[in-house]
């Protein structure tokens, strides 16, 4: 049986969507995600091959009955990383030929009418355009969470565990987000922090997971959270901004399309991010997906228009 197959993979969770050729779904799950250079190309191959092959088995579906396979995931960068991926996926038995790989933004671009922009905050962070169809795609940020990711959960937790080592050093006034943070992960002091954090620097998604924390010291009312959520929006528009900046969009009218847990799912960080946008960019078009990343790319691999997935917000 011919099928199609969408690929979202991201820094915390890897999605797959199988289709007919009527774009109706076979099966869809989850599993980890992660990127070749952050999590290591050998964990990166274990991990598709047990994510996609027990569930081709499971429908009675092989590699080979493939007939197109488009994948975003965190980490194309350039076309060292596009080949990566590229043998990953061919050694568990898909034809080069039939293979669409994208950094995570170019698949959601995908969807787009030009000139748009998409701007991701989720574990990660990264802004990235089109100015014209077939044009240069221009990026801000996404260089990994040691070195860029500004304004996303992983900087929004490791913002907050600094705040927290002032707060134990006895240098800041927090104690809702440092309670909050103790019953979540046991953290009482600025010596245990500073062994967490350093024991986690290179794992992203656990530090990450602490983001929502956060976000309920800041719905609690606490202004240290509060400011750390307002400073990630901040840090999250500067990206769009010098974005739009490099495609040089100037006053036109743009679609920007929103995406990643941080944008969608806190409502602080996500208005402010509009108030910048719509203050700046009156002619801007905000929307989001009104489905999921995986299926608008197990769309796009069977030849099916995407521009129905958008939802104004």
Not at 14 to 27: L, P
Not at 208 to 214: D, F, I, N, R
Not at 265 to 289: G, I, W, Y
């Amino acid at each position: 049986m011919n099928y199609y197959l969408g690929m979202d993979i991201g820094g915390t969770n890897a999605r797959i969507e199988a289709v007919d050729e009527a774009g109706q779904v076979i099966f869809a799950l989850q599993g980890r995600g992660g990127t070749p250079l952050e999590s290591g190309v050998e964990v990166m191959r274990q991990r598709l091959r047990e994510l996609i092959l027990p569930a081709l088995e499971r429908a009675g579906l092989t590699p080979g009955d493939c007939r197109g396979l488009v994948a975003g995931a965190a980490g194309i960068d350039t076309a060292r990383s596009q080949a990566q991926y590229a043998g990953l996926l061919s050694e568990l038995g898909f034809d080069p030929a039939i293979l669409g790989l994208f950094n995570d933004c170019e698949l959601l671009l995908a969807a787009l009418p030009t000139p748009g922009a998409v701007l991701i905050g989720g574990t990660g962070s990264i802004a990235a355009g089109r100015a014209e169809p077939n044009g240069e795609v221009l990026r801000a940020g996404g260089w990994s969470h040691l070195l860029s990711d500004e304004g996303s959960g992983t900087y929004i937790a490791t913002q907050a565990l600094r705040a927290l080592v002032r707060y134990w050093d006895g240098r800041e006034d927090c104690p809702l987000l440092a309670e909050l943070i103790r019953e979540r992960t046991g953290l009482d002091s600025a010596e245990n922090i500073t062994v967490y954090f350093h024991g986690h620097i290179t794992d992203k998604d656990t530090v990450a997971s602490l983001a929502p924390v956060v976000g309920a010291a800041a719905e609690g009312g606490d202004p240290v959270a509060q400011a750390i959520l307002l400073d990630a929006a901040g840090q999250l528009y500067g990206l769009l901004r010098d974005d739009l900046r490099k495609l040089r969009i100037g006053n036109r009218e743009v679609t920007v399309l929103l995406w990643g847990s941080v944008l969608l799912k806190n409502l602080t960080v996500q208005n402010e991010v509009l108030r910048r946008l719509r203050s700046e960019h009156p002619a801007a078009r905000p929307c989001t997906l009104e489905t999921t990343a995986v299926h608008c790319a197990a769309r796009i691999a069977c030849g099916l228009p995407t521009g129905d997935l958008l939802r104004a917000v």
